[in-house]
């Protein structure tokens, strides 16, 4: 079994920043492809940034230049850094991992739990 468990998340004034972090654990022979959603109260969950392994990334066009992803991938760990925070961006923020589990085993997405993000004075 594979766990992505987030932290980071709070509450923050608006123009503050903060720094999401998701780590993988369990069964996981390679990671393809490690991203962050976000799921504001009444919408759709939707994509905020992704990072593949071989260190592209894409970002919402809501987000870019305020949010920066990256990864570690000796530790199977992914990070958002969320600088120039509006009330619009307060949302639940959820991890995304895009995994094998073993060799020959077919690819499987996981989610973590998600971090609460409120931006509010």
Known sequence: QVQLVESGGGLVQPGGSLRLSCAASGSIFTIYAMGWYRQAPGKQRKLVAIATG???TNYADSVKGRFTISRDNAKNTVFLQIDSLKPEDTAVYYCNADLIEKL?????NYWGQGTQVTVSS
């Open 104 to 108: 020959g085993l077919p690819r499987r």
């Open 54 to 56: 071989g260190g592209r």
